[in-house]
């Protein structure tokens, strides 16, 4: 029941308490990113301590907007039941916590500064992997609760709206944010 | 269970053989002064030179090898390039000294340096070796690991 929960705590958690827990979650993942210089450039994570907080604290939340809005619209075309925009924008926020994990671990001296090809990168990579692996899996059943989808429909608007929204972050912040 | 265990030590085993132990970041007490302020004079410099649309005249602060690579053209050239993507050189703060494990006489040291059109840092990193003269530079975006 524990680990189903740590995957799926959307049928107990969703709407406006989600969207509160997520926003205070997603303001600590961008202080503790921008004091260990993680960047969360979409899913590809970069150790970067080179900018101010608000670069930090915009990647996020256009992680956050860009994965609701493909997410909403893809439920919007592929839904039969009536789909609510906080329960999206809540969920998704939610599903991005387990990211905290990467600049945690940062927080280790080792893993401030390292070499490429050396254990310190390795350790990084792996914790990165987990952390994008269980926000990934958090998101697809956020999605799939939140819409009400099964199936061969469910998989591949995921797989679509996910790809589409990550490129758009990545662009966003590309041309415009990191041009300032 | 046994096969998280498994995979995870797999994936740890992998780790262990592929490191390479090649470069180590110095204790700020271990830094050598006189090295970081030669080559932040150099790079300060360089840029201010090109910045001013001038270029860098070598003397001899650097091996023939960079002043070779470096001609006015390739300074010009480089500059405006990195002028159109990140804007005019504005800043550099020292960041950190690296050492090759093998010749602990080369000197990795890297700046993080502001642009007038960049919201990022970028590294300006200067190499010297163990005569001080400047055997290495170049810039790219800053990152924590070293590359």
Not at chain 1, 23 to 34: E, K, T, V
Not at chain 1, 64 to 78: H, K, P, Q, R
Not at chain 2, 1 to 19: A, D
Request: glycine letters at 4%.
């Amino acid at each position: 029941m524990e680990s189903k929960l740590l995957f799926n705590p959307f049928t107990r958690i969703a709407g406006v308490k989600s969207l509160i827990i997520g926003l205070i979650a997603l303001f600590i993942i961008s202080l503790l990113g921008y004091k260990t210089g993680t960047h969360f450039y979409g899913f590809y994570i970069v150790p970067a301590k080179d900018s101010d907080f608000w670069i930090y604290l915009v990647e996020n939340l256009s992680n956050w907007v860009f994965i609701s809005v493909f997410l909403f619209i893809a439920g919007l075309i592929f839904s039969k039941s009536k789909i609510r925009a906080i329960d999206i924008f809540g969920t998704t926020l939610l599903s991005m916590i387990p990211l905290i994990i990467v600049p945690i671990v940062r927080l280790i001296p080792a893993l401030q500064t390292f070499a490429a090809q050396s254990f310190a990168m390795f350790v990084f990579i792996i914790v990165s992997l987990i952390a994008v692996i269980w926000t990934i899996s958090l998101l697809f059943n956020a999605y799939k609760v939140s819409c009400n989808l099964k199936n061969e429909k469910l998989i591949v608007s995921f797989i679509i709206s996910l790809v589409f929204a990550l490129v758009g972050t990545q662009m966003f912040l590309t041309l415009i944010i990191y041009k300032f | 269970m046994k096969s998280i265990t498994m995979v995870f030590s797999f994936c740890l085993m992998l780790g262990l053989n592929s490191c390479n132990q090649g470069f180590k970041k110095l204790d700020e007490s271990k830094t050598d002064d006189k090295k970081i302020q030669i080559a932040k004079n150099f790079a300060i410099n360089f840029y201010a030179k090109l910045k001013n649309g001038s270029y860098y005249e070598f003397k001899d602060e650097a091996t023939d090898k960079i002043k070779n690579f470096l001609s006015e053209e390739k300074q010009k050239s480089g500059y405006k390039s990195i002028k159109e993507q990140f804007g005019d050189f504005q800043s550099l703060e020292y960041a950190e000294t690296w050492i090759q494990n093998s010749d602990s006489s080369i000197y990795i040291i890297r700046f993080k340096s502001d642009f007038d059109k960049s919201s990022k840092k970028l590294e300006i990193r200067v190499i010297l070796n163990q005569s001080d003269k400047i055997n290495g530079f170049w810039i790219k975006p800053w990152s924590d690991m070293l590359m």
